[in-house]
């Protein structure tokens, strides 16, 4: 049976050191570790979906309020985060494209460039938490939000409705921040290994998995972006 | 091991799809739809989602059949967490 999986394991275990003895194959290695990969980001649609769905319930009761607080968000700054993540998604499937093929120096190249795209755009979100400090927009005892609700001038903000905006922008916003900061320090162990040239077309796993989980972040940031700061900009 | 090798210009030709949605999604804001505003904006966040999931995620391609499962799951136990969570919010000034 020269295509059975014990024949196939013999054959590769001995040409591949990255092969794991309880595994048949380099492909059903990959695959375990892919479809791992895919159960966590199922549990991580259950983390943020909760907090989209605390977002849809409030947007619903307190509509003028929120649409007052997605107002004064800065949308160039917010769009040019989105390109900038966008950029960062297209190095990260070039890094596992360049290993497939075993270009080792463009892997680390596209690797290095992927972290300074998840650096400016912490950079750029660190701008915008700045801003919301020095205008007072930041929920707690120093929260400030004059105005009126858009579209009704007679109608003033709610203090309190508008601070549950602004903490479901910070919780949502932070918590995407964090997971782009833990995604960094990801790619800053597989860079090491990169230089050591460890990933090849027979071994390209925590490249591949690693740009799954900064897919799944950008994703996040696809719907956080115009819920937050772009569906109340018309009025 | 036989993976799919997506080609350089399926990478490129796709962020530039990412990126046109961007441009898009924010122009579309700018203009009075409605109740149409969130439901557009919603629809270029989802192609744009579904095009990096398909691609850049490799699903499309995807050698393990159970992967496809998960995600499937996934979306239904979420789509069931807003479906049933709002059904309950948006109804409760009906009596």
Known sequence: MPNSPVATANHEVRDNPALLHHFASEQQQK????????????????????????????????????GAGSQSLNVILGGTNTA????????????????????????????????????????????????????????????????????????????????????????????????????????????????????????????????????????????????LYLIDRHK | MSEHVSSLKLYIGIWLALLAGTLLTVIAAGIDLGPFNAVVALTIATIKATLVVLFFMHVKYAHEKLTKVVIISALFWLAILLALSMADYTTRLWS
Request: a neutral charge; glycine letters at 8%; hydrophobic letters at 50%.
């Open chain 1, 31 to 66: 695959d375990a570790a892919s479809l791992g990969m895919w159960v966590f980001l199922a549990t991580e649609i259950m983390f943020f979906g909760g907090m989209f769905c605390a977002y849809l319930v409030y947007r619903y009761w307190y509509f003028g309020d929120f």
């Open chain 1, 84 to 227: 900038v993540l966008i950029c960062s998604s297209l190095t990260v499937a070039l890094a596992v494209r360049a290993a497939q093929l075993g270009k080792q120096t463009t892997v680390v190249v596209c690797l290095i460039l992927t972290m300074l795209f998840g650096l400016v755009f912490l950079g750029i979100k660190g701008v915008e938490y700045h801003d919301k400090f020095v205008e007072h927009h930041v929920p707690g005892a120093s929260f400030h939000f004059p105005g009126h609700i858009p579209s009704h001038p007679d109608i003033p903000i709610n203090q309190q409705h508008a601070q549950i905006f602004f903490s479901l922008y910070f919780i949502m916003t932070g918590l995407h921040a964090l997971h782009m900061i833990v995604g960094l320090g990801l790619f800053s162990v597989i860079t090491y290994y990169a230089i050591r040239k460890r990933y090849g077309p027979h071994y390209y796993t925590p490249v591949e998995i690693a740009g799954l989980y900064w897919h799944f972040v950008d994703i996040i940031w696809i719907y956080l972006f115009p819920l």
